[in-house]
């Protein structure tokens, strides 16, 4: 079982979202986070912003599911024909179990 956390822009979250719903992916869980990545920030006119609005999807998914998933998840958020800076980072930890509180089992 693996955790996967994608960090995307705000506007890109219905895409994402749809893709993988489409896909039979319909345990997401969603929040709103803020930083910066590599550009560490970006500067309009005189203003530098270092905080930068992302949403941040979770999914537990099996570890076969990995390769569809991250393929759906880098084409929905992906801006662009060829990306921009800022689209976002996907990172995937493994999970040693997971409990399912209302039933007591164990599993996804």
């Given at each position: 079982m693996l955790l996967l956390r994608?960090?995307?822009r705000p506007e890109k979250v219905k895409e994402v979202l749809d893709a993988l719903l489409q896909a039979g992916y319909s345990s997401v869980t969603k929040m709103e986070v803020y930083g910066r990545g590599k550009q560490k920030g970006i500067?309009?006119?005189?203003v530098f912003y270092d905080e930068i609005p992302?949403?941040?999807l979770l999914l537990f998914i099996e570890d076969e599911a990995?390769?569809?998933?991250v393929d759906i998840i880098m084409k929905a958020a992906r801006?662009?024909?060829n990306g921009n800076s800022g689209d976002g980072r996907i990172f995937i930890?493994?999970?040693?179990?997971?409990?399912?509180?209302s039933t007591d089992s164990e599993g996804l």
């Amino acid at each position: 079982m693996l955790l996967l956390r994608a960090i995307i822009r705000p506007e890109k979250v219905k895409e994402v979202l749809d893709a993988l719903l489409q896909a039979g992916y319909s345990s997401v869980t969603k929040m709103e986070v803020y930083g910066r990545g590599k550009q560490k920030g970006i500067q309009i006119g005189a203003v530098f912003y270092d905080e930068i609005p992302k949403e941040m999807l979770l999914l537990f998914i099996e570890d076969e599911a990995k390769n569809e998933a991250v393929d759906i998840i880098m084409k929905a958020a992906r801006t662009g024909e060829n990306g921009n800076s800022g689209d976002g980072r996907i990172f995937i930890s493994p999970v040693d179990s997971a409990y399912t509180i209302s039933t007591d089992s164990e599993g996804l």
